[in-house]
């Protein structure tokens, strides 16, 4: 049985980045796209996690609890401003919303 090393937390890592930045590039629903900005928040807290424990230092996993705390309010914020959107528009498709445009 090989032990988990800490590569083994970067590949991890790499694929929930690379499934995220696909997501929002080439997904049209804002849910989606909310949800794949987590997958990359995500991967960083991985990074992060597992740095910390190869570096044994306690900083890495200090900063991941700032990221879950700035995903939850921007992931609530994120979903206020949808639902608003939402009232207004009826969509949730992101080339529908224009509201911006002059």
């Known amino acids: 049985m090989h032990p988990i090393t800490t590569i083994h937390y970067l590949v991890l890592s790499a694929a929930l980045l690379l499934v995220g930045t696909v997501g929002i590039l080439t997904r049209r ?54 639902i608003a959107l939402f009232r207004n528009r009826e969509t949730v498709q992101a080339d529908e919303i224009d509201l911006l445009k002059w």
């Open 29 to 82: 629903n804002i849910v989606i796209i909310l949800m794949s900005i987590e997958l990359i928040l995500n991967a960083v807290n991985i990074n992060l996690v597992a740095f910390s424990h190869t570096l044994h230092n306690i900083n890495g996993q200090v900063f991941a609890i700032f990221v879950i705390c700035d995903a939850v309010a921007e992931a609530a914020v994120g979903l206020g401003i949808l």
